[in-house]
């Protein structure tokens, strides 16, 4: 089959990058390079900028009604092209194709109409201020206005999904968008560009420009026209990204890493359907989605009797080909991640671990011989202190750490230098309660894992975020406030 390749969506044009140069995209599951994506620089991004700059004023002062059209007539395409966005999402990241078709890209269509509608409810403040006498006060009313051009950065976990959660409501609040996707996983994005150009959406609106981070990604925190960078992804990059656009007083939005608790006390209803979705939560997109909980922390009353039934859950999940129906977890996203995930593996050996299962490289016949799969691994006998238990794995891998009590619960949760996603399981409403206050952890979970309303705000605490996404909070961080006071 030959080669896919992609293009940039700069001014309303499908382009390679100026300099003609590509990167090879490879197919996790089998190890092969399918598809090349443009290899851009900083004179793609300057053409991309240059463009967003030129459309910005006419699509700020579009109707909004018309701005979220045009998402929703995006949104139509994505759904009736869904099974080839779902083959590709696949086929391009490694996970099942049963996932894309259910989660990815469903999820994706769903933050274009959510912010389409979000924006057409969104209303904004207005506060009466006294003067002393019955006929002089004042009126503010807020503005919020559009940035102007905003930069747009995502990761390879969840391509399509976490690219839209960003795109979305930057369009929707009348911004223009130069977007970065991935480089590991540049497909649905290169899909959506020429559905945008189908959709109707002005040339400059939205800009897509493929490559790597450090040329691509950080040329745009960089470029001065650039007024806000929204992101997702390590927290190392994270880092850097904060450090390159705080000369510039940016405004930043850091979605980051994380080292989840999934908490379970010894009250907890552990029916078949809850122990599920306690496997689910470790082990989705082979444990590749920054809300799995990779701590699993126990109640030592029934620690015992927990791990059996865990164990002998987490031993029936399916690796396989990801396009096979079966197939529970497909392959790790690339080579470098699977290498990252088995030198893991081996740091908790040697610091001790106990591998109660997995804990190695797994090898496919036929079609997936060269793929990069890891078998579900769950290991025991680390203290939450042990490198295993803080560093982010991103992969499928599990800690059981045994606990106490409930204080002795929030200790070890709250004990990362972490603050992402925490999720506890307890029959006890008020428990549930005092520990979701007492949680260092921006999103809790009580009896659930990854139900998510997308009005809610999204992000994590500590060294997984700066901001929230989601809701307002997302139309909130794509626009000015501009507060103006009349007196009477
Ligand atoms: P990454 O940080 O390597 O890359 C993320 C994006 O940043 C990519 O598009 C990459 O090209 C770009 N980038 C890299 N260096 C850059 C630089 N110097 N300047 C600007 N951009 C740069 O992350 P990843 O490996 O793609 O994704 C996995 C990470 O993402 C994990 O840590 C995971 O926890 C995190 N994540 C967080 C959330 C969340 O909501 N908090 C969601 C998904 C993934």
């Not at 927290?235 to 908490?263: D, R």
């Not at 059981?400 to 972490?418: H, K, Q, T, W």
Request: charged letters at 20%; one cysteine or more.
């Amino acid at each position: 089959m030959p080669s896919l390749r992609l293009a940039n969506l700069i001014d309303g044009r499908l382009v390679a990058s100026r300099a003609d140069r590509w990167l090879d995209v490879h197919e996790p599951a089998t190890g092969e390079v399918f598809a090349h994506c443009p290899d851009s620089d900083a004179d793609d991004v300057a053409d991309a900028v240059a463009s967003a700059r030129r459309a910005a004023a006419d699509w700020a002062a579009l109707p909004i009604d018309r701005r979220a059209r045009l998402l929703h007539r995006l949104a139509d395409l994505v759904e009736q092209d869904l099974e080839d966005f779902a083959a590709l999402e696949s086929r391009d990241s490694g996970k099942p194709l049963a996932l894309a078709r259910s989660l990815d890209i469903p999820r994706a269509v769903s933050n274009l109409r959510y912010f389409a509608a979000a924006i057409q409810a969104w209303e904004s403040e207005s506060h009466a201020t006294p003067l002393g006498r019955p006929d002089a006060g004042a009126i503010n009313y807020t503005l919020r206005q559009p940035l102007g051009v905003v930069g747009c950065i995502s990761p390879w976990n969840l391509p399509l999904y976490l690219f839209t959660w960003k795109i979305a409501p930057a369009l929707a609040a009348g911004n223009t968008v130069v977007a970065k996707p991935s480089e590991v996983t540049p497909c649905t994005a290169a899909r959506l560009a020429a559905l945008s150009i189908e959709a109707g959406f002005p040339p400059g609106v939205l800009n897509i420009v493929q490559g790597r981070g450090p040329s691509v990604g950080q040329a745009l925190v960089e470029h001065p026209a650039v007024k806000a960078i929204s992101f997702t992804g390590s927290t190392a990059t994270g880092a850097a990204i904060a450090a390159a656009a705080a000369p510039a007083f940016k405004k930043l939005s850091l979605e980051m890493g994380g080292k989840n608790p999934a908490i379970v006390f010894a009250d907890a209803d552990l029916s078949d359907a809850n122990l599920d979705t306690i496997v689910r939560s470790g082990f989705a997109n082979q444990g590749e989605i920054c809300l799995c909980g990779s701590r699993l922390l126990v109640q030592r009353s029934i620690y015992a009797p927990f791990k059996e039934r865990y164990l002998e859950r987490v031993r029936r999940l399916v690796v396989g080909d990801p396009q096979d129906p079966a197939t529970q977890l497909g392959a790790l996203v690339s080579r470098p991640h699977f290498d990252k995930v088995m030198r893991c593996i081996a740091q908790a050996r040697d610091e001790g671990a106990v591998v109660l299962c997995g804990g190695e490289a797994l090898s496919l016949p036929g079609r997936c011989a060269g793929g990069w799969f890891v078998a579900p691994t769950v290991i025991e006998g680390l203290p939450n202190a042990a490198a295993t238990n803080q560093v982010e794995i991103f992969g499928p891998v599990v800690s059981l750490i045994p606990f106490e009590d409930e204080a002795d619960a929030v200790a070890l949760a709250n004990d990362s230098a972490y603050g992402l996603a925490a999720s506890l399981w307890t029959a006890d409403l008020s428990r549930a309660h005092r520990v979701a206050a007492a949680l260092d952890f921006g999103i809790v979970w009580i009896n659930c894992w990854l139900l998510r309303d997308l009005r809610t705000p999204f992000g994590g605490a500590k060294q997984s975020g700066l901001g929230r996404e989601g809701g307002t909070e997302a139309l909130a961080f794509f626009t000015e406030p501009k507060n103006v006071c009349i007196r009477y």
